[in-house]
């Protein structure tokens, strides 16, 4: 199973970013899809989760700027992203909890991460 995340780049203040994940391999069923963070020299953070039935979670600091949403289809998640600010650049990576076929428990995977950069 592999997490391709994609759609990171250079963006002025204010600007728009959509970031995707498309998870791959044999995957019997895919349970929360989300994205975190990781600022220089700061820790990994939550920035948005997404459950199987469509129950969203976001970090206060992105409420009403940033939208998740799920491919179910598809098995990728997008992060849409408004009203960048400085402090949004990061690195985002996307994390899913997912049933393997053939297997009894769900596996934690993550992407390998894309980078956002907020400046003018």
């Known amino acids: 199973v592999q997490l391709q995340a994609s759609g990171g780049g250079l963006v002025q203040p204010g600007g728009s970013l959509k970031l995707s994940c498309a998870a791959s391999?044999?995957?019997?069923?895919?349970?929360?899809m989300g994205w975190y963070r990781q600022a220089p020299g700061k820790q990994r953070e939550l920035v948005a989760d997404c459950t199987s039935g469509g129950r969203t979670n976001y970090a206060d600091s992105v409420k009403g700027r940033f939208t998740i949403s799920r491919d179910y289809a598809k098995n990728t998640v997008y992060l849409q992203i408004n009203s960048l600010k400085p402090e949004d650049t990061a690195v985002y990576y996307c994390?899913?909890?997912?049933?393997?076929?053939?297997?009894?428990?769900?596996?934690?995977?993550w992407g390998q991460g894309t980078l956002v950069t907020v400046s003018s």
């Open positions: 391999g044999s995957i019997f069923s895919i349970n929360v």
């Open positions: 994390n899913a909890d997912i049933w393997v076929s053939g297997s009894f428990a769900t596996n934690n995977y």
